[in-house]
């Protein structure tokens, strides 16, 4: 059988996905971009192969996206990841009835972006100039509360009081804030409900930029944080549409469009 894969090589994260002839999932894998972009994103390719049984070879077409992708020369084709989350976003979204809105909060930018009903990019905003509203924002603050990141999400609904205002819009200042509202003795889940707030506001208004259409689907890996998950939906005042695998929809998005192009130059060949 042959298969496809995706790779998304992010500022924070590499990610990868393999796909079957079907173009059914057939596994993930996700690790730490680390310094070293191209021997990190070829390490994260052969674990994935090696962890679902399957060679080099047995992978027919590779698409690269994200950040780094053009460091990643071994790929037969590379796509900004702005398409291959839309196209990983629609095909996710077919189980849940369909998105027309996607939302992606990564390490260092968040993108607002609206598909048609073909999964078509219509519009699209982002924020790549400042960390605030992104998953550089959470570590940071993690680090600030002498918390681990993935234990944001469950202090959120811890906080008894409501969620403190965090005025800052720039990850520096916020991060004086944060030190400044711990000094004056507030709790940290109250603190990091703000937080989560902070985000939720500004990824709304992101969103809004773009228009928002029928369900809404959240992507990248702060869509693991349940407050941060719960803020949002709170603001958009509906509820998200979160896939078991967040952090891979735009590496999975690219393994797609790799059995695409593949069939079309198969069948371009036998015509």
Same mark, same amino acid.
């Given at each position: 059988?042959?298969?496809?894969?995706?790779?998304? &090589?992010?500022?924070?994260?590499?990610? &990868?996905?393999? &796909?079957?002839?079907?173009? @059914?999932?057939?596994?993930?894998?996700?690790?730490?971009?680390?310094?070293?972009?191209? #021997? /990190?994103?070829?390490?994260? *390719? /052969?674990? $994935?192969?090696?962890?679902?049984?399957?060679?080099?070879?047995?992978?027919?077409? *590779?698409?690269?996206?994200?950040? %780094?992708?053009?460091?990643? #020369? =071994?790929?037969?084709?590379?796509?900004?990841?702005?398409?291959? /989350?839309?196209?990983?976003?629609? =095909?996710?979204?077919?189980?849940?009835?369909?998105?027309?809105?996607?939302?992606?909060? %990564?390490?260092?930018?968040?993108?607002? !972006?609206? !598909?048609?009903?073909?999964?078509?990019?219509? /519009?699209?905003?982002?924020?790549? #100039?400042?960390?605030?509203?992104?998953?550089?924002? *959470?570590?940071?603050? +993690?680090?600030?509360?002498? *918390?681990? @990141?993935?234990?944001?999400?469950?202090?959120?609904?811890?906080?008894?009081?409501?969620?403190?205002?965090?005025?800052?819009?720039?990850?520096?200042?916020?991060?004086?804030?944060? !030190?400044? @509202? $711990?000094?004056?003795?507030?709790?940290?889940?109250?603190?990091?409900?703000?937080?989560?707030?902070?985000?939720?506001?500004?990824? &709304?208004? $992101?969103?809004?930029?773009?228009?928002?259409?029928?369900?809404?689907?959240?992507?990248?890996?702060?869509?693991?944080?349940?407050?941060?998950?719960?803020?949002?939906?709170?603001?958009?005042?509906?509820?998200?549409?979160?896939?078991?695998?967040?952090?891979?929809?735009? +590496?999975? %998005?690219?393994?797609?469009?790799?059995?695409?192009?593949?069939?079309?130059?198969?069948?371009?060949?036998?015509?």
């Amino acid at each position: 059988m042959n298969y496809f894969a995706g790779i998304d &090589v992010g500022s924070t994260a590499i990610k &990868v996905a393999v &796909v079957d002839a079907e173009g @059914l999932l057939v596994g993930v894998h996700v690790t730490p971009s680390g310094s070293l972009f191209h #021997k /990190n994103s070829l390490e994260a *390719l /052969n674990t $994935l192969l090696a962890k679902v049984g399957l060679q080099r070879e047995d992978v027919r077409y *590779l698409i690269a996206t994200g950040y %780094g992708r053009k460091l990643f #020369k =071994e790929a037969d084709d590379s796509i900004s990841e702005i398409t291959a /989350n839309a196209i990983g976003a629609f =095909e996710t979204g077919k189980a849940f009835g369909g998105v027309r809105t996607i939302i992606n909060i %990564g390490g260092q930018d968040s993108k607002a !972006i609206q !598909i048609d009903n073909s999964g078509n990019v219509v /519009n699209f905003a982002m924020n790549d #100039k400042c960390a605030a509203g992104t998953g550089r924002f *959470l570590d940071v603050a +993690a680090r600030n509360l002498e *918390l681990d @990141l993935e234990d944001l999400g469950d202090c959120h609904f811890q906080a008894t009081t409501a969620p403190l205002t965090i005025n800052s819009t720039c990850t520096v200042f916020a991060e004086s804030e944060i !030190i400044g @509202l $711990l000094a004056k003795g507030h709790g940290k889940a109250e603190i990091i409900a703000g937080i989560h707030y902070s985000i939720a506001q500004r990824t &709304v208004r $992101l969103a809004k930029r773009v228009g928002i259409e029928d369900r809404v689907y959240f992507d990248g890996g702060p869509a693991l944080n349940k407050g941060l998950v719960a803020a949002i939906q709170d603001e958009l005042g509906r509820e998200l549409v979160i896939p078991e695998h967040p952090q891979t929809t735009t +590496a999975f %998005g690219a393994a797609m469009l790799a059995r695409s192009e593949y069939l079309e130059e198969r069948s371009a060949g036998q015509d």
